[in-house]
């Protein structure tokens, strides 16, 4: 699928226009267009899409849909056209993470290697191993579990945006078991990363 993301007014979407925070380090861009054109339904889609404080996520407020060879549509060709599937794959180039220092900003989809993925692999397997006591100091434990709070903030607050189920995300995302999974974002809660972030699709979020 091919996906061009802008904002209200047509320009493309950079890291400056996340401008609204969520949580404790995610900014977002409140308002985009986006516009996905999918070569296997021969359809084209464009999407006004805004963050809803109630609902806790991005919902699409417009929609229209176009054929891409210009022939006729019908019924069922609409049914083909994913939403869901569209604000999911747009969504994360518009989420952007504090990293240490406050004016530096990277987005989730500039983080992602792959198509439907929101951390590269080799991200996810370093967070995902277990600092061991024995080869790690007191200051090395603690840089690895504050980096792991960073992919666990990201990763759920990016799934709640687009209302995916957070904790499936983190086990997918992080390569761990759904208790361990529990165990993180719990961690995360905890530890106050995942303020504003609770309530995916309106709907208290469980691990």
Known sequence: MKLDVRTP???????????RRIGA?????????????DEHTGLGSTLDVEYDAIE????????????????????????????AEIVQAASPH????????EDLFVTAAELASSEGRMLPTWLTNTL??????????????????????????LVYGVAV????????????ELNVAPRTAA????????????????YPMGRPARP
């Open 183 to 198: 165990q993180w974002i719990r961690a995360a809660r905890d530890a106050g990363r995942l303020e504003g972030l609770g």
């Open 161 to 172: 945006l687009t209302g995916q189920p957070p904790a499936k995300a983190i086990e997918r």
């Open 56 to 83: 806790g996520r991005f919902v699409v407020r417009q929609a229209g849909t176009y054929s891409l060879s210009g022939g006729e549509i019908t019924g069922t060709e609409l049914r083909r056209v994913r939403l």
């Open 9 to 19: 007014e047509g320009n493309p979407v950079e890291r400056h226009d996340a401008s």
């Open 128 to 153: 995902a191993a277990a600092p061991r006591r024995g080869n790690l100091s007191e200051s090395a434990r603690a840089e690895a579990r504050e980096a792991r709070l960073d992919a666990v903030q």
């Open 25 to 37: 380090a995610l900014w977002i861009v409140p308002r985009y267009r986006v516009i996905a054109e």
């Open 94 to 101: 518009c989420v952007a993470f504090a990293l240490d220092d």
